[in-house]
């Protein structure tokens, strides 16, 4: 009995100091983990700043990579839209203004909208003379064409006014009608023929290149000029005691040669291309009747496509209307140059005056029942 109360204490004792030795072996590591969870702490914190710097310079990165997208945003429009192939036909040589603006037209068209439309130009009549293809733009037969605005009167009387023989004080008062209100209001008017103006060309002044001096309006008495078949230019001619000789363009060199003919009324873009400069030799400049030749797109054709193709091809169309101001110009230098090359008389007239004060009113009057008077003014306010 008295041995089992000894092996009892030696149990106790040896319980109680492997209690003491575990409680200091807790204390130790509570002690030394703090220093652990610093290093590892702190070996995160190295760890990561690296890849904070990394994400910050890569941040710009991944604003590039949206820019492309960003960009190929304006072409969603077009890269799973439909195809258009359009014909565009017009009276003139392929190395006329017409041709220049037209064909920069399609180029630009094409490249913008991904290849979903392409324009083919057909220069020289190929799809028919200018009032062959009004009305099939009109009837959406021929997609677009550029043509006088003579002819387009035939739908709209009042598109007369272009014709009209000192309207513009100068290339620049053109300009001006013809990008503003003016000239819009004007294209509005041809919507109710199924007919959409997309912009106004050019083809210069038409002015007065004869056998003989016409410096003044009296040089004129007996002549026959060749004139457009247009009553507006027939009628200058008469006031002034001429004989306006309608006839086709392609006959005019022949005429002017064997003196069927004494002169021409047209633009030196038209005149040099076709050597007229050859048969006669004095070119008076008058700036008498400035000469748009709107730029136009069957309605039909053009309500059919997307929004996005209809507003691309009116502001593409819009830019292609400068080139060609601009080659017109630079293609009537270089006429001047080759027509006193070839030992023409060119000279601008002292007396515009003179040929204002013969003309203009009485021509005016005689077109007073289309053309009305609140236009002729709206345009002389614009200079």
Known sequence: MKMKKILAMLLCVAMMCALFAACSSNKSAETSEPDAS??????????????TEEAEEAAPAEEAEEEPEADSAADDA?????????????????THSYHIGAAWFADEIEKRSN??????????????????????????????????????????????????????NDREHAYKVLGGEFGKEKFEKLEDYDIVGLGYYENG??????????????????????????????????????NPVPMAFGEVYTALQNGTVDGVCTSVTALVPNNFQDVAKYFEILDMCFTPTPFIMSK???????????????????????????????????????????????????????????????????????????????VRNAA
């Not at 037969?141 to 272009?162: C, H, K, R, W």
């Open 300 to 378: 039909e054709v053009l309500s059919g496509m997307p929004q996005e193709y209809q507003d691309l091809i009116r502001e593409v169309a819009e830019e292609s209307v400068q080139v060609q101001w601009d080659e017109t110009v630079r293609q009537e230098e270089e006429g001047i140059a080759a027509m006193e090359a070839a030992g023409c008389t060119v000279q601008k007239v002292t007396d515009r005056q003179a040929w204002i004060d013969a003309i203009v009113e009485p021509v005016y009057a005689s077109v007073a029942d289309i053309i009305p008077q609140e236009e002729i003014d709206a």
């Open 78 to 94: 077009f890269k799973d839209g439909p195809t258009y192939n359009l014909k565009l036909g017009h009276v003139q040589t392929s």
């Open 205 to 242: 002044f038409f002015d007065i290149l004869a056998n003989k001096e016409t410096e003044l309006p009296e040089d004129t008495t007996g002549l026959n000029i060749r004139t457009m078949e247009n009553q507006v230019y027939m009628s200058i001619f008469e006031e002034i005691g001429a």
């Open 115 to 168: 290849g979903k439309i392409t324009v083919e130009v057909h220069p020289s009549s190929q799809l028919g003379n200018e009032r062959d293809l009004a009305e099939s733009v009109q009837m959406g037969t021929v997609d677009m064409a550029i043509v006088g605005v003579g002819v387009l009167a035939n739908f709209d009387p009042s598109f007369e006014i272009f014709n009209l023989p000192f309207l513009f």
């Open 38 to 51: 610093s290093e590892e702490k702190q070996t995160t914190e190295e760890a990561s700043e690296p890849e």
